[in-house]
């Protein structure tokens, strides 16, 4: 075991406090600049204590930004986004590390692999693709020449009756981001770590791949489960692009676009305070989830690089 030496973790705290001053700072700033008027705002030099309004100003970003709907569709999106790829990289990684089929692997690096193709990249066929979601079932009912039948039997097309259209919807919103080649990625590499001989017991005692999963699997990962929740929650909750360019819908935004909506342009009344104090409002909640979870987080990235 290494020998501490004072000056060491002297120098360490140090260098730990200094960090965190760095990262706090322009928290602190925010929070200053939440609690003033917009004169006092303005004023130079720029107040290094907080005011009296912080309350106020918190009060006035929240009916000016109409958070109440906003984050309630933030929420459903994020849980929605968090729960889908829990579960589709779950099942994935069952899949490809304890059942032997064709192209096994082959499918796993297609998987990953995409991991070079995030939102940003695909945006538009992604756009495409949900915004007409049954233009694949039309294009093979006209191949295989489903259209003229069912045309003249019902005497309906499948062109003019299958139009499934998910913009401003929560559909539109969740399922193009729910597939996570990282989290497959990283369930795999914990699924190799679990001994050979739990998989042999589960198979004596008659157990299927069904149970094995449950009450086995599941178990063991509940911590790589808590530590990656926190980061889908904050990826799902930091989304911008995407809900910008599929809501036309204001009632179907998000927070991130209802505090985009408030921080001032060059023709607006510069409200920095209010824009602060929505700032730290949307940031609540990631931050509400990081100190509640902050030891299965922990814990979870001990847990994986074991």
Request: hydrophobic share 55%; charged share 10%.
């Amino acid at each position: 075991m290494p020998e501490r030496h004072l000056g060491l973790s002297i120098f360490c705290h140090a260098i730990l406090l200094i960090g965190a001053v760095f990262v706090c700072l322009p928290l602190y700033f925010a929070f200053v600049a939440g609690s003033l008027t917009l004169q006092e705002v303005q004023q130079a030099p720029f107040p290094l204590l907080p005011g009296s309004h912080f309350f106020e100003n918190l009060a006035a970003a929240w009916q000016q930004g109409e958070f109440s709907q906003l984050f309630l569709n933030s929420i459903i999106v994020t849980a929605g986004i968090v729960v889908g790829k829990l579960a589709i990289s779950l099942i994935a990684a069952f899949g490809v590390t304890y059942f032997r089929f064709p192209f096994r692997m082959t499918a796993f690096w297609l998987i990953f692999v995409s991991l070079m193709l995030p939102v940003e990249v695909r945006i538009i066929p992604t756009y495409e693709a949900v915004a007409d979601a049954s233009g694949p079932v039309r294009w093979l009912a006209g191949i295989i020449g489903l259209s003229g039948v069912v045309e003249g039997l019902t005497g309906y097309s499948i062109e003019a009756s299958l139009k499934w259209n998910m913009v401003n919807s929560y559909a539109g919103l969740i399922l193009p981001l729910i597939a996570s080649a990282s989290a497959t990625f990283l369930f795999r590499q914990f699924f190799l770590t679990v001994p050979d001989e739990l998989c042999e017991a589960a198979k004596l005692d008659g157990a299927g791949p069904l149970k094995f999963f449950k009450d086995i699997l599941l178990p063991l990962s509940s911590a790589n489960i808590a530590a990656l929740s926190i980061i889908l929650f904050l990826y799902g909750w930091n989304q911008y692009l995407w809900p910008l360019l599929f809501t036309t819908d204001k009632e179907m935004g998000t927070a991130v676009l209802g505090l985009k909506q408030l921080v001032p342009v060059s023709d607006s009344a510069p409200a920095w305070n209010i824009a602060m104090s929505a700032a730290l409002l949307v940031m609540l909640p990631p931050a509400a989830v990081i100190l509640f979870m902050q030891r299965w987080f922990t814990k979870g990235l001990v847990d994986s690089g074991k």
